[in-house]
């Protein structure tokens, strides 16, 4: 920026829950954040013009874009790399030789060694303390019932590359799989220096033992997983954030495979008051919106506490290295909501379902208690969720745009399948031979009903 140049205003919305368009405004901000919103910035609006010759909505794009890796494979998924990402890959070998992993570890700083090997530990320590155990229960003679947790055998991960890099996405991925046992672990990442060609991304995944790396993203890298490609054989379940364009293309090919959740966007809802720092508060909203896009939303019943914060936003942004992208992002998806107290703050969260949602108020614990809806929870003016994106062992990969209302973050026994073992002895049978032919006779399943009858009033029956 040159010294004539002002920089845009700060206009961070500010919204008041006594207000009587407060239902409509938070429901317009919730539709925002939502993946179903099929919202699009005006650049990615251009690229879709310019790749499909129209205007479609994220949502077309991404069936366009799985239906077609779906019937051509390998070449649909070359083309959209090279459209979409301008990459040159060659048709022969996808997968990055492994000696570019090897590479960029040998050359990384010890220092950075140092803290993976530190951050794994933390990892591994909580994802192997919270993996379900197999379960036995004998209720009665002769009955035995089993859980059994068995590992996924192959997983794919995508690592997002677009507008930041992510050796920490490898770690909060990669290692609560291997925490549950899986052998194989395919990562995507785009063709970019953010991505599958970071040397920070690159030395995380030689690392922790990843040798399969593949340098596509986007949609086309999440059809390639779903379905197969030449040189990308298809996985079981398909994991690890992305933007819309990858948040959309997970939820269409479910069903062919697994997927984690919708880890879109990054968010936070900071429920706070004048017992924590504004410092902190603006600190932690502009630590979000810099994944750009990234929404921070503040909400709070103490209005001056959003003025400190307003000042304090501009203050450190001015000091950031990504400003103008993070002052973007808070003008487009910030917001300061202001309510009535302490009860309607968590009346608020819970409509909006937020990824994070740090409680940095007096007795956040209490608080905590009130909230169901939210895919992490930060306690304390000492827990940023910087600490649960890098170091602290859950993993960050968290379900956003109001899907914390039903789905849960990535964990180690999100790559378990479990089954049921069922085994009964003949006396065990006889015991409850008379309900299971009740029901099937009410279903009309006679030879459901015989299959129980056989074995416990009838010669064959004799016999044992
Ligand atoms: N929820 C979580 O756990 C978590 C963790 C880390 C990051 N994140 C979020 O993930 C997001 C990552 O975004 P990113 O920018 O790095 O992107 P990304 O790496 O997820 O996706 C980039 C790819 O999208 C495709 N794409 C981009 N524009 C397109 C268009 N107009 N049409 C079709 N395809 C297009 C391209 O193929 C590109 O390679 C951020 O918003 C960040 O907040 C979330
Ligand atoms: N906040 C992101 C989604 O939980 C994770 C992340 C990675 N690096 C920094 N932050
Ligand atoms: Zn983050």
Known sequence: MTATETPNPLEIRRLDASSSQFGSQLEQLRRQLSPSGDVVSPKGRELTQRVFGEPLLPSQVVQRICDAVQSEGQPALLRFSQQLDGAEL?????????????????????????????????????QSSILHTNVTIRPSDGVRLDQRYVPLRRIGVCVPGGAAAYPSTVLMTVLPAQAAGVEQIAVVAPPTQFGAYNPDVLATCYELGVREVYPVGGAQAVAAMAYGV?????????VGPGNLFVALAKKRVYGEVDIDSIAGPSEVVIVADDSTHPAYTAADMLAQAEHSPGASLLVTWDPQFIDRVQSELELQLAQLS????????????????LVRDADQACEVTDLIAPEHLHI????????AEKIRNAGATFLGPFSPVALGDY???PSHVLPTGGTARWAAGLSANAFLRSSSIIEYSQAALEDI????SNLATKEGLTAHRRSVEIRTHSPAAAEH
């Open 391 to 393: 170091a602290a062992g």
């Open 230 to 238: 030449e040189g990308l054989p298809a996985v079981d379940k398909i």
């Open 360 to 367: 940095a108020c007096r007795h956040p614990r209490k608080l």
């Open 322 to 337: 990504r400003s103008a992208l993070t002052h973007d992002s808070l003008n487009a998806f910030g917001a300061f909501i």
């Open 433 to 436: 031979a008379g309900d299971i």
């Open 90 to 126: 060659a048709p022969g070998r996808l997968r990055l030789e492994t000696s570019k992993l090897e590479e960029a570890h040998r050359a990384a700083a010890p220092e950075f060694l140092a803290s993976i090997r530190r951050i794994r530990d933390n990892i591994l320590a909580f």
